[in-house]
């Protein structure tokens, strides 16, 4: 039972240290163009996180049942897991490198779990296609693979499109009209990007817990739980049915992250807002309706695509509309490295943390 809840709390940690990276990225632009001062873009982002986080489980399902199996992430696996995207993430946010906190936690499930395998790949769920639809399979390269791809591809081409409509629908209005304008509506395109984030990142965390509760019932951990305790029961979801997640954690887990946001997001922010491209509202209400709507996509499908790609993409491809010349290909080739990285990394540093639990006979 101590493990369980030591999972918990290395699952909480890291939503804190997702704080630093994602919730930072998806409020950088609204304080770049001072639409919203820290604190209120911070309290912003609380709110609509949390409302978010309720929005439904569908990648939380995919982290607890859909890309390893679930037998061998153990307690003391899941720990290794969360301590390498941990590491990872605490080490791009010290660069202000706005690295994929979802593709570190993937990362470091999949390596975690192929040690705990001893090299027996079929651990990993790659692929189980779907002959109705290719959004309801499962697996790394449905859920993970493809949208890892795809999704920084709509963010750039989306946001290049929606910043040229609005340059060709605003050619006329003076400058200071727009800004006007636009700095109300960035309040509902904040608000969006909020909420979109909670659909999306506020759950991954909670599919690792409900992981580890799925390993702690199915091994009868549970069998004789005191009644208040009884929501700590988890089973497998049947077919496409979406996961339960106690509501506790669901509150907890968002709150968590918008804690992390309010103490160290600002490495981030200044980076996305200030170093990658110079924004005004309209530039940053186009790169959150732009970013917001590829999260809310891909949330309803369960894949958990990073925050980074969605608003970084987005920006790049306002900054692109604005012309090259805006944009500054030197942070964003850091960036880019930052994400190629960010798998294999986690994932290669979560191998070698249970190797070393393996060695001293914590993980048999």
């Known amino acids: 039972m101590l493990l369980i809840f030591t999972v918990i709390f290395a699952a909480l940690v890291f939503t804190y240290i997702n704080g630093f990276h994602d919730t930072a990225n998806s409020i950088a632009t609204v304080i770049a163009t001072k639409v919203l001062s820290p604190r209120q873009a911070v309290l912003l982002a609380a709110v609509t996180n949390l409302l978010g986080a309720f ?97 920084p591809l709509c963010g750039l081409v989306l946001g290049f499109l929606v910043m ?15 800004n006007k304008t636009f700095g109300k509506l960035q309040l509902l395109s904040s608000a969006y990007m909020g ?26 951990l549970f069998n004789h739980l005191p009644g208040w305790l009884s929501f700590l029961k988890a089973t497998l979801p049947q077919g496409n049915q979406p996961l339960a ?13 918008c804690a ?8 981030i922010i200044k980076t996305l807002g200030h170093k990658m491209v110079r924004l005004h509202p309209v530039h940053g209400f186009a790169a959150e309706t732009t970013a917001a709507t590829v999260l809310v996509t891909a949330a309803h499908f369960g894949m958990p695509v990073s925050t980074t790609h969605a608003v970084t993409t987005s920006i790049m491809g306002v900054g692109c509309a604005k012309g090259l010349n805006h944009l500054k290909l030197d942070v964003a080739e850091r960036i880019i490295w930052a994400w190629i990285m960010t798998l294999p990394a986690s994932g290669a540093l979560a191998y070698l943390l249970v190797c070393f639990a393996q060695l001293a006979g914590w993980i048999s």
């Open 260 to 267: 992390g946001t309010a103490a160290g997001g600002w490495r």
């Open 164 to 178: 040229g409509l609005l340059y060709f629908l605003l050619r006329n209005w003076r400058s200071a009209t727009v």
């Open 245 to 257: 997640i106690a509501a506790w954690i669901k509150v907890l887990c968002a709150l968590t992250m």
């Open 55 to 151: 929005a439904g489980t569908a990648v939380a399902t995919t982290i607890a049942s859909g890309l390893v199996d679930p037998q061998v992430a153990t307690s003391e696996v899941l720990i290794c897991a969360l301590l390498a995207g941990i590491a990872w993430n605490l080490l791009t946010w010290w660069f202000g490198m706005p690295a994929s906190s979802s593709h570190s936690l993937v990362g470091g499930l999949c390596g975690a779990c192929l040690a705990a395998a001893h090299n027996h790949w079929n651990v990993l769920v790659w692929s189980v296609p779907n002959q109705e639809h290719w959004w309801l399979s499962k697996g790394l390269l449905w859920k993970v693979i493809v949208p890892m791809v795809t999704s």
């Open 195 to 220: 909420f979109s984030h909670g659909t999306n990142d506020a759950q991954k965390t909670m599919g690792i817990i409900a992981l580890a509760l799925l390993t702690g019932t199915s091994s009868g």
